[in-house]
Every structure is written in C-alpha cells, then in structure tokens.
DNA sequence: GTAGGGTTAG
C-alpha cells in the first residue's frame, strides 16, 4: 500500500463529511477546494469519494466538473443519476436529462425510483414531449409508483403544461391523498389553460374538503379573480391571506395588489401599496403598470419618481411599462428621457425595452425614429416586428405595414397572432380586395382563421372592401357557440355601413337569441343601420329596448344615430327637441346629424341653428360651411350660400399648413 | 434528494 492509499484510508470519511457540509451550502468554492486536495493526493481511486465529489458539482449546479466526473465513474449509484439529471432539468438542459434517463434504462444497472420519476416527468413536460410523458406515466404505474404523491403531482403538473386538461383531471381523481401542493397544481394549471372559471371553482371544493390553503393557493387563486374581475372572492382571499400570516409573503402581497389592479380597483390598489412597509420593484412596477393598463399614464410616471425617491430601482418590466405611458401620453420628451436612461442601464437590447420602445416611437407619431429603433434589433424575434407593423398601422401606412410583412416572410421570422392583430387594420384601412384575398389565404394555409379575433377582423376587411359576400361567409365558418360579441358587432355594422338595415337588424336579434347580451358598441352599430337604411320605427324601438331591457346609459354617439334618424324621416323638430332634452353634454357629431338632415328636407330655419353649433363645436370642419351652403343655395338664398363658402376658404386656408406636415411626415 | 406560486412587449 503506497503512502497515498494510506493517506486516503484514515482522510477518506474526513473529505466526505466536508464534502457533505459543503454540498449542503452550495459553497462551490470549497468544492472545489477538496476537489484540488483530491487531486493532490491521488485519491481519485475512490470510486465513492469521485461519486460524491461529482453529485455535490452536481448539487452546486457545475454542468461541466459534474459531468466530466460522473463520466469517468466506474460504478453510477442511483442517488448520482438521480443528481445529474435533476442539474441538467435545473440548468434548462431537460434533453440531456431524458438521454441519461433512456441510457440508464436501456443498460439496466439500475433501476428509476420515486425519485427518478418526478425530475424524468418535469425534463418531458419542459420539452412539451407528451407522447414520451405517457410512456414514462405508464412505467410509473407499472414499476407501482402510481400512488406516490410526488410522481402523482409532477404527473399533474406535465399534463396541465401539456394543455391535456382531462389527463390531469384524472391524475388528480385518482389520487388517494391529494396534498395541497396537488390542489394547488390543479388550481394554477386550469388557470394557467384559459379556465379560470374551473379554478375557482376547484379552489371552493379544496376549501369544502377542508384542506388549508398556503401561499402557492392563494397566488393562483387571486390570478384567477383578476382575470374574471372577481373583486368580491378577491377581498375574501385578502382576508383569509391576513388571516392566515401570508402578509409576510411579498409574492401574496404583489398578487394581492395585482388583483386589485386587473379588477381596475386603483384606489384601493394605491392605498394597498401605501400600507406595505417593504416593497420591492415588482410591487412598484404591478401598480405602474396598472395605472397604465386603466389609462392614468401620468399617474404611472408620478408613481416611478416616488420608487427612485424610495431607492427601488426601475427593471427592464418597468421601463416597458413606463414607455408605453409615454406613448399614450404622446409625450416624445419623457419617452426621449426613458431611452437614454435604457441605454445608460444597458438595457435597451433587451427585447422587451427594443419592442416597447418601437411602440413609444410610434405612438408618438415619429415613425422614423421608431423604425430607427427597429432597424438596429436583432430582428430575429416576432415582437419587434409586431411592435412596427403595429406602429405603421397607427400612423396609417398601411402600405408599408404590408410591405414590411412580406419582409418578414422573407427573414424567416414565424409570424404569430398579435402578428396578424397588428397588421390586418392595415388590410382594412387599405380596402383592397385582391390583398385582402392573398392574406385571407396566408390565413387559412397556417392557419390563423381558427382565431376569432382573426376572423372577426377578416369580416371587417371583406366588409371595408364591399365584399359582404365573403365577409358573411367568414362569419359563418365560426361555430355559433363561439361566436362573440365582437364578431356580432362587425357582421352587423357591416351590413349597416352598406345600407342593408333590416338584414343587420335581423342578425342583432339573431344575436339576442342566441344569448348574447348586445353592449354600446353593437347598438351604435345596429342604431346606425337603421338611420342608414330610413328603418325609423325599428331604430326608435330599438333604442327604447336598449334603454328599458339593457339598462344602457346612451352615450352620444347613440343620439347621434337617433337624430340622424328621425332628421332623415324629416321629424326635425323630434331630432331637435331630442338633442335639447338630452341628459349628456352635445357635441358636433348630434349637431351635424341634424344639420345633415335639414340639408335634405330644407329646413334653413333649424339648419342655421345646427350650423352656428357645429361652427361653435368644429371649427376647423369645412364639411359644416359646405352643408350649410348647400342649403342655402337650395332654397335659393345664393347670397347667403356664397358668404358662407368664403368662409370655407378661409378655414380651408389655415388648416393647409398642418395638413402639408402631415403629408411630408408621411413621406 | 422529489411536486405547485408574482410583475413584462405586441
């Protein structure tokens, strides 16, 4: 025995308590230490001190000394494969986790356990592999781990990233105890596919079950209150959050507050966030972010001064929030600000701040800075280009939008939904129908169509071309279970815009039947039909329907079809008693209707009092002098129609500078 | 040694 193995054979347990105590603390360093002593004295014969040596890189997530180690080992352990595998899943490497799975099983030295099984179902549900999940399930249940509840749990997690709702609903079923880490998997993962409904209702059984809820219940749950706006079940989970001592959490606390926030409740948000001692960038950033989503921009800039003052440093999640103020502020010096700020940070090539950038850009009506900020992006990634597309679209070029999703195309860069909500406006703005054929193609080849959102838009591109042919069509090819009110409102107004009004009145009651509850907009819509088409009784019953049954508060886009309704029947005096007696303030568009309206049925007497409002309310619209004119001219005051159009060419003339910038920004 | 949780662009 040379003096090395003698060394070894009294040093041995000594490293391997250390090695231990040092695996425990994650300290790589000190690994690395003993790793080095290892070395000096040659004691790499041990295979149990390499084995250890290797799971505790492995532990302190080393991929390379762990790898390099446990390749050389001559014996693998079942603990070692277990440790390597759970490094690689840890370390996003899940493929290399599920080869060394398949080389152990294949060789059968040794064979998976309980704990083999969780980390093996974890490496197939972040690679999306199903097939390869369900055979490793159907191994649980034949190596009889089917009823260990973590191989259970992680059974129930795979299946729900999977998107196999009833799989996982089954796991669960078949579980005899399920903890709540499993009613909190069940919970996260119906919300987490779209069914926030079953969420809760999940969690209402768990708490009849009497199984006490934790933090990981009550962050899910609140998730699922904000996005059903469900303030009520939200207080409730507050206080049972207080009651429990979850407060202490600063994940509860910033789900709590971003409850409050989804559910547009920024009052009590704001004063949340005001009662909380410790607060961390997320906090600050959830209520900035919120006063942006429920469109207080200046509440959100307000609200990052006071985070600096209090030392909390914006993120790259902030400065997207804050730019996006700026842009529906149309405030180009603070979004000017936020950028050289991102550049200082060195945050500015983070794909969130490029995008989020581009749409500041945009909103701000500089197209050419925010293609400037496109231009130097990676443009590998869909959402810059989305942010673009969208940002042309906003500032109406929409043959550039087009151009640059061709461009797209060409780059190889994979189009995706909000890809298609930003660009197909462009088609509608553009109302040509052979484009709108080619991406109606595009649409159905990789298909999008199934997206309603897509399809409703695709209506109002058929419709904005003259096409309600085909835009009927589209609306038909949705199941009617699925159709929304969204899509009612664009089939209806279409018809309406083409003066089809007892055609887009018989879908609204369609739409009625079918159960869907009409809102502001799809009586505009239907309201507008009516005037369009001179279907006078129907639009008064209508709005009488709306008034009575919906308990809708008239917003004054709806008197405007009103007035337009009974002026173009000629009952000019209703329209304008109407617009007197109405409770909201009038404006140009109610004032307009019924000057509109005397134009056709000559009335100067009413006609002059509707002008002098438009005049008072829309200076700057040369179409109120023309109408007035042509009233004029039509009972034949020639005089009066012709002093009236000298004053169109007055207006006419001090628009013309601001109209020219326009075009030359548009160049 | 295993399973579940918060803010973000379009």
New binding site residues.
Partial sequence: MNKANRFFSTASPHFESLLRKYS?SNSLSETKKIHALIITYGLFSSSQLCSKLATTYAQCHHVSYASQLFDKLPKRT??SC??MM?MYVQMGRPRDALNMFVEMFRSGRCLP????Y??VI?ACSELLFVDMGVGVHGQTIKAGFDL????Q??LL?MYMIAREKEAAQLVFDLMEEP????W??LI?GYFRNNCAEEALRVYSRMMDEGVGP????V??VL?ACGVLKNVELGREVHALALEKGFWG????R??LL?MYVKCGQMKEAQLLLNGMNEK????W??LI?GYVVNGDARSALMLCRMMQLEGVKP???SV??LL?AC?DLVSLKHGKCLHAWAIRKDLDSE??VE??LI?MYAKCNDSNLSYKVFMKTSKK???PW??V??GFVHNRLARNAIQLFKQMLVENVRP?S?TF??LLPAYAILADLKQAMNIHCYLIRFGFLCKLEVASMLVDIYSKCGSLGYAHQIFDIIPPKDKDIIIWSVIIAAYGKHGHGEMAVSLFNQMVQSGEKPNEVTFTSVLHACSHAGLVDEGLSLFNFMLKKYQVIPRVDHYTCIVDLLGRAGRLNDAYNLIITMPIAHNHAVWGALLGACVIHENVELGEVAARWTFELEPENTGNYVLLSKLYSSVGRWRDAENVRDMVNEVGLRKLPARSLVEVSNM
């Avoid at 356990?113 to 083999?116: E, I, P, S, W, Y």
């Avoid at 961390?280 to 906090?283: A, C, F, R």
């Fill in positions: 425990a079942l603990f277990n440790t759970r356990d309980n704990f083999t969780p980390i974890k260990d509840t973590f191989v749990n992680s997690a903890t709540v880490v499993s909190n998997t996260n934790d933090c990981a219940t962050v899910s998730q959490n600063v994940v509860v910033n789900a971003d961390d960038v997320v906090t950033t959830t972010n993120n790259l999640v997207a929030s996006s842009g794909v969130v995008t989020a749409d990634r869909t959402a989305n942010a597309l969208s995706d909000p909500n930003s």
